[in-house]
């Protein structure tokens, strides 16, 4: 048992060193200092446009809040950023071998068994990386519209969504086990599409490449993921929002106002939002609110982000369990 916790700590710590000395350098990260300028580029285009702002000293104001980035919700923030990146390795082992265990099983293979691959011409390649993508986006909606339907799951994603102010650090404000459903569906579904492709090809596709990260990946993160939390409004204009979910409308995703409840699912498409009804485009600027309204969810810090989740869900279990038994025969 010791061995094995000692393990557990060294991999964990491991994760840590890495994530603060390496992640600045490497374009599959979001901490790559490339997307951190690309976030200050939009940041400045919003400014000028949405905020008639002018002078470099009021940008960093209005981008860097001393309110925001010192309030106590961002606190809970960092706290989970390097909490969950101590235990991360679950979800990083579902993102990368999910989909091809599952395809194998689906096809009957022995787990060690591989696929031949070969080259497929530009069009073929980018059929099969949209339709890829198409698949990854579904599995992630899934997850999402799960997370905020199913009671049990709502207590999990809560944590998320009690962000009271949004900064980029938002972005890992999660309980780990949101991660760990969003990589099941995303796994299973993408999967069974990898299964479909391998089948009637005989070929294993691989996802478009630009020096070895995915350029989805990289094209998402410079298009300004990280506005996406935070306090500046950018929109992508009703045309391109119905294809593409823009920074502004995964803030609405946040707001408390009803309106605003249970929509834009998508993480970076709007096309299952869109097909689903769940789509929602602002026609102009709105003033947004966030985290869960008057509730009192209890989440304080790291410790309680993860506690009252968990207490919360076994409370609904239980709950549910004794209406079972106590239900007349």
């Given amino acids: 048992m010791t061995l094995w916790a000692n393990a557990f700590l060294a991999d964990g710590t491991s994760r ?98 591989s696929l031949t691959a070969f080259p497929l011409d530009p069009w073929t390649s980018l059929i099969y990386w949209a339709v890829w993508l198409a698949a990854m986006e579904l599995g992630y909606y899934i997850a999402h519209w799960s997370c905020h339907n199913v009671p049990i799951l709502w207590e999990i994603h809560k944590v998320h969504h009690s962000a009271e102010v949004m900064t980029p650090i938002t972005l890992w404000r999660k309980h780990p086990m949101f991660d760990t459903a969003s990589a099941i569906c995303v796994a299973i579904v993408r999967g069974c599409l990898l299964a479909a492709v391998a089948g009637l090809t005989g070929c294993e596709f691989h996802a478009v490449h630009l020096f070895t990260f995915n350029i989805y990946f990289v094209l998402y993160r410079l298009a300004g993921q990280h506005l996406r939390h935070s306090h500046i409004w950018w929109a992508w204009g009703p045309r391109i929002s119905h ?87």
């Fill in 243 to 329: 294809v593409f979910l823009s920074p502004a409308q995964h803030q609405i995703h946040h707001s408390y106002d009803p309106k605003h409840i249970n929509k834009n699912f998508g993480e970076v498409f709007a096309i299952w939002d869109w097909l689903f009804g769940t789509l929602y485009v602002a026609r102009e600027k709105e003033d947004l609110s966030f985290g869960l309204g008057y509730e009192d969810h209890g989440i304080t810090n790291a410790a309680t982000a993860y506690y009252v989740p968990l207490r919360n869900a076994g409370r609904m279990i239980v709950a549910k369990m004794r209406r079972q038994v106590d239900r007349p025969e």
């Fill in 16 to 113: 840590v060193l890495r994530l603060m000395t390496t992640s600045w350098t490497k374009p599959i990260s979001s901490l790559y200092g490339v997307y951190f300028f690309a976030f200050l580029f939009w940041a400045m285009l919003a400014f000028r446009k949405n905020y008639q702002g002018h002078g470099l000293k009021n940008f960093f104001e209005f981008c860097f809040p001393r309110e925001m980035y010192f309030h106590k919700s961002t606190s809970v923030d960092v706290q989970l950023f390097f909490v969950n990146a101590f235990l991360s390795l679950p979800v990083r082992l579902l993102d990368g071998l999910g989909a091809p265990v599952i395809a194998v099983w689906l096809l009957g293979l022995d787990i060690g068994a």
